[in-house]
């Protein structure tokens, strides 16, 4: 267990709809990141947050957005939902960014839309 | 392009046996790199890493990796492999402080 978690563990939902993944991150992780696991896209990363603030952003979609709250946890909006979204989404933790490189996953959030 | 490579996508070995996996990386500067696990229907365990010093690291489980500047690689080994290792395993290379740069994942199966 990495102390990371996440809610919902699955979720199925119809094209155009709109989801909200949450994710904890471990006591005294000040980063939080969202990666994207894919067949076909693999493992990418979508945004970095530290201490609230969004620190880096990777390839990810308009139509999603992510925020960082003041208790630290992070929820990941998915909007009008299209089929290609389908995938397990993770949340990772770390200390910050300047304080340890090591990132500690969540057990993923698995996206299912009909 | 800083890019990871797993040259390996399923690798197939006998439970006792000697494991190496194979990951190769493109990086301008001194890489941080990581190895990660992947169990079915799971999320991903940390192994080990290699930041700096010593170029063998060893990590959870009985693994080791070895990091080798002169041929940019960072294989995972395992001198003998349990039924229990079978799994998914990713090499991944920190780029900017922030984001992973995963490689494609070797799947390994591992039979009695």
């Known amino acids: 267990d990495s102390g990371v978690t996440q809610t919902p563990k699955h979720l199925i939902t119809a094209t155009g709809q709109r989801v909200t993944l949450r994710c904890s991150p471990r006591s005294g992780d000040l980063s939080v990141y969202w990666y994207q696991q894919s067949l076909d896209q693999g493992l990418q990363f979508l945004i970095q947050y530290y201490n609230g603030e969004e620190r880096a952003k990777g390839n990810i979609l308009e139509r999603f957005s992510a925020q960082q709250f003041p208790d630290l946890h992070s929820e990941l909006n998915l909007s009008s939902l299209e089929l290609g979204d389908s995938a397990l989404y993770f949340c990772a933790s770390s200390e910050g960014p300047t304080t340890s490189y090591e990132q500690y996953f969540g057990p993923g959030t698995r996206l299912t839309v009909t | 392009a800083q890019s990871v490579t797993q040259p390996d996508i399923h690798i197939t070995v006998s439970e006792g046996a000697s494991l190496e996996l194979r990951c190769n990386y493109s990086?301008?500067?001194?890489?941080?790199l990581f190895w990660y696990v992947q169990s079915p229907g799971q999320g991903l365990q940390l192994l080990l890493k290699y930041f700096s010093g010593d170029t063998l690291v060893q990590g959870i489980k009985g693994f080791e990796a070895e990091f080798k500047r002169s041929q940019s690689s960072f294989n995972l080994r395992k001198p003998s492999v349990h039924w229990s290792d079978a799994a998914e395993y990713f090499c991944?290379?920190?780029?900017?402080?922030?984001?992973?740069?995963f490689g494609t994942g070797t799947r390994l199966q591992v039979f009695p």
């Open positions: 990086y301008g500067a001194t890489p941080y």
């Open positions: 991944a290379l920190l780029r900017n402080t922030d984001k992973l740069i």
